[in-house]
């Protein structure tokens, strides 16, 4: 198993940027795949950036510009610099790893709050 812990969430204010972290420990062993998804009460939970081991990135079209993944390998920790932060980003900020079950991620971190006021 798995263990995701997040940090970094808070309040700030519209323009403002934030630096989220997540540390994975367990059977990190078969971790390709980090990132992040986010859901705001009554939307649609999206994924908002992922990150391979080799360096690989996706993001969604929402924050490409604005926000960065990035990871320590060594460490197997996941990280994502948000800059410019808008009202609509604010949202419970979830840590993801890998492995996939039908692209499903295995492992969920507890959710980080992120408020972004204007």
């Known amino acids: 198993q798995v263990q995701l812990v997040e940090s970094g969430g808070g309040l700030v204010q519209a323009g403002g940027s934030l630096r989220l972290s997540c540390a994975a420990s367990?059977?990190?062993?078969?971790?390709?795949?980090m990132g992040w998804y986010r859901q705001a009460p009554g939307k649609q939970r999206e994924l908002v950036a992922a990150?391979?081991?080799?360096?690989?990135?996706d993001y969604a079209d929402s924050v490409k510009g604005r926000f960065t993944i990035s990871r320590d390998n060594a460490k197997n920790t996941v990280y994502l610099q948000m800059n410019s932060l808008k009202p609509e980003d604010t949202a419970v900020y979830y840590c993801?790893?890998?492995?996939?079950?039908?692209?499903?991620?295995?492992?969920w971190g507890q959710g980080t709050q992120v408020t972004v006021s204007s």
């Open positions: 990150i391979t081991r080799g360096g690989s990135t």
């Open positions: 993801i790893s890998g492995p996939f079950t039908a692209r499903i991620p295995t492992s």
């Open positions: 367990g059977s990190i062993f078969s971790i390709n795949t």
